[in-house]
């Protein structure tokens, strides 16, 4: 059901009560939501849901099998002619050629279903975006919020459920009326698959062990090389630029998918877009930060606030070196990082100027070695009570503790009033790699020098 893969339930123990559960589903999400609301009430109708879009797509969905499957159901059926709508995106060029080659993708076009090119667009809100207040199921990998395109912020919503392609399938021989495959009688077909090697040989450049270094990569006005970004100082200062209490942030809510695409080769415009849903003034304080930064690393003044920063440390008896110590912005996160392994929810981070991100604990592993790759140490804590937006976090010793395999350290806390507060963090486990990666800037820099 909407907002998160892991509010699942069965179709069938769904339609035995659609009208409550529907509704709990639906408050659930508004408690989630800012700037619009969600309207699952209304796709239940004389004890029955409708929805309005189905879609079987990308790396889960738009398998061989599963669209197989799909035409075995949609044979000889419609879809419907109502505002229904039904498109299938083959995960492959292979897959595609052989469905064409067996003729599922006639048996679908046949029953007035759409068939896409091999993307997985509607999985991150790039493609067959539903209209607001729509409601639409797809086996695809994600649904969390606002992953499908809409912009709470000008007041748009929809609503994505996770479910299987048979379904789906089934629910469009109905006309949208959700439908589980075991309600239908049918006798799925078994193909074999054949891959052809020849679609990717055909037209994919090889140049594996054919380095040809003489040849100029062609960068087009908006393809822009990579930020330098600086070694690890020995101390560490800290300002943070967000502060999120949420159970979870995914990393749509940390760089969103959909119209930010067409930037992913230009890291400075597509960091313009991080946290753009979850705190929009976080990329206009993480660019203040960063110039504070940017005076330092030129010998000239950061100005009175790092100034003030400094004096409270001195009046703490900690030891400081502010010439020679990097400032960095910081985002708190109670759990970032859930969903896909796209590096951009930490790339956009550090380009801007993080050197670090402060957390209970991390959703995946796949963040966390993101942030490390990006040379951005990632901290926990248990007592993030003692942050707030706007605090300076000063880290003493963190390179010597990082390369020397300490985990375990402490930080302080320095507040708009002056006061200096000490406090536990932790990187957890890092391998000797890893340490030396975070040392060194980034995974950039740790192959330029080792």
Same mark, same amino acid.
């Given at each position: 059901?909407?907002?998160?893969?892991?509010? #699942?339930?069965?179709?069938?123990?769904?339609?035995?009560?659609?009208?409550?559960?529907?509704?709990?589903?639906?408050?659930?999400?508004?408690?989630?939501?800012?700037?619009?609301?969600?309207?699952?009430?209304s796709k239940v109708r004389g004890g029955q849901i409708y929805v309005d879009q189905g879609i079987v797509a990308g790396c889960?969905?738009?398998?061989?099998?599963?669209?197989?499957?799909?035409?075995?159901?949609?044979?000889?059926?419609?879809?419907?002619?109502?505002?229904?709508?039904?498109?299938?995106?083959?995960?492959?060029?292979?897959?595609?050629?052989?469905?064409?080659?067996?003729?599922?993708?006639?048996?679908?076009?046949?029953?007035?279903?759409?068939?896409?090119?091999?993307?997985?667009?509607?999985?991150?809100?790039?493609?067959?975006?539903?209209?607001?207040?729509?409601?639409?199921?797809?086996?695809?990998?994600?649904?969390?919020?606002?992953?499908?395109?809409?912009?709470?912020?000008?007041?748009?919503?929809?609503?994505?459920?996770?479910?299987?392609?048979?379904?789906?399938?089934?629910? #469009?021989?109905?006309?949208?009326?959700?439908?589980?495959?075991?309600?239908?009688?049918?006798?799925?077909?078994?193909?074999?698959?054949?891959?052809?090697?020849?679609?990717?040989?055909?037209?994919?450049?090889?140049?594996?062990?054919?380095?040809?270094?003489?040849?100029?990569?062609?960068?087009?006005?908006?393809?822009?090389?990579?930020?330098?970004?600086?070694?690890?100082?020995?101390?560490?200062?800290?300002?943070?630029?967000?502060?999120?209490?949420?159970?979870?942030?995914?990393?749509?809510?940390?760089?969103?998918?959909?119209?930010?695409?067409?930037?992913?080769?230009?890291?400075?415009?597509?960091?313009?877009?991080?946290?753009?849903?979850?705190?929009?003034?976080?990329?206009?304080?993480?660019?203040?930060?960063?110039?504070?930064?940017?005076?330092?690393? #030129?010998?000239?003044?950061?100005?009175?606030?790092?100034?003030?920063?400094?004096?409270?440390?001195?009046?703490?008896?900690?030891?400081?070196?502010? #010439?020679?110590?990097?400032?960095?912005?910081?985002?708190?996160?109670?759990?970032?990082?859930d969903g896909s392994a796209r590096e951009q929810a930490a790339s956009c981070q550090r380009v801007l100027g993080a050197a670090?991100?402060?957390?209970?604990?991390?959703?995946?592993?796949?963040?966390?070695?993101?942030?490390?790759?990006?040379?951005?140490?990632?901290?926990?804590?248990?007592?993030?009570?003692?942050?707030?937006?706007?605090?300076?976090?000063?880290?003493?010793?963190?390179?010597?503790?990082?390369?020397?395999?300490?985990?375990?350290?402490?930080?302080?806390?320095?507040?708009?009033?002056?006061?200096?507060?000490?406090?536990?963090?932790?990187?957890?486990?890092?391998?000797?790699?890893e340490r030396q990666i975070i040392a060194d800037g980034c995974l950039i820099n740790y192959y330029r020098g080792h």
């Amino acid at each position: 059901l909407p907002m998160h893969p892991s509010y #699942a339930m069965p179709i069938r123990e769904l339609l035995e009560n659609p009208a409550d559960i529907m509704h709990e589903y639906q408050e659930r999400a508004n408690r989630q939501i800012k700037g619009a609301a969600m309207d699952l009430d209304s796709k239940v109708r004389g004890g029955q849901i409708y929805v309005d879009q189905g879609i079987v797509a990308g790396c889960s969905g738009g398998t061989f099998d599963n669209i197989v499957a799909v035409a075995d159901i949609l044979r000889g059926h419609s879809c419907g002619s109502g505002t229904f709508t039904m498109s299938v995106y083959p995960g492959s060029m292979p897959a595609y050629r052989e469905l064409m080659k067996n003729g599922a993708l006639y048996d679908i076009a046949g029953s007035g279903a759409i068939i896409r090119e091999c993307f997985c667009g509607p999985c991150f809100g790039a493609g067959d975006t539903p209209a607001n207040g729509e409601f639409s199921i797809r086996h695809t990998t994600r649904n969390f919020p606002n992953r499908e395109g809409s912009k709470p912020g000008e007041g748009q919503m929809a609503a994505v459920a996770l479910m299987d392609a048979r379904s789906i399938a089934a629910t #469009a021989v109905n006309g949208g009326r959700l439908t589980p495959a075991t309600d239908l009688d049918v006798e799925y077909s078994t193909p074999v698959y054949h891959f052809d090697s020849g679609v990717y040989e055909k037209r994919i450049y090889n140049g594996w062990g054919k380095a040809e270094p003489e040849y100029e990569l062609k960068m087009g006005p908006n393809i822009k090389d990579w930020p330098e970004q600086p070694a690890l100082s020995e101390d560490l200062l800290l300002k943070v630029a967000s502060y999120i209490t949420d159970p979870v942030t995914t990393t749509d809510e940390l760089i969103p998918s959909g119209e930010t695409s067409s930037f992913r080769s230009n890291p400075l415009r597509l960091a313009e877009f991080t946290l753009s849903r979850k705190d929009p003034d976080y990329v206009g304080r993480a660019k203040e930060i960063h110039r504070l930064e940017a005076a330092r690393e #030129a010998g000239t003044d950061p100005g009175a606030e790092v100034a003030a920063v400094y004096a409270a440390l001195d009046r703490a008896g900690v030891a400081n070196d502010p #010439a020679a110590t990097v400032i960095g912005s910081t985002i708190y996160a109670n759990k970032p990082g859930d969903g896909s392994a796209r590096e951009q929810a930490a790339s956009c981070q550090r380009v801007l100027g993080a050197a670090a991100n402060i957390a209970r604990e991390y959703a995946t592993k796949r963040y966390r070695s993101n942030c490390i790759n990006w040379g951005m140490a990632p901290l926990l804590t248990e007592t993030p009570e003692v942050l707030a937006l706007g605090d300076f976090v000063f880290v003493p010793g963190i390179r010597s503790h990082i390369l020397n395999g300490v985990n375990d350290f402490d930080a302080y806390v320095i507040k708009a009033d002056g006061s200096v507060s000490k406090f536990a963090v932790s990187t957890g486990d890092l391998t000797e790699d890893e340490r030396q990666i975070i040392a060194d800037g980034c995974l950039i820099n740790y192959y330029r020098g080792h």
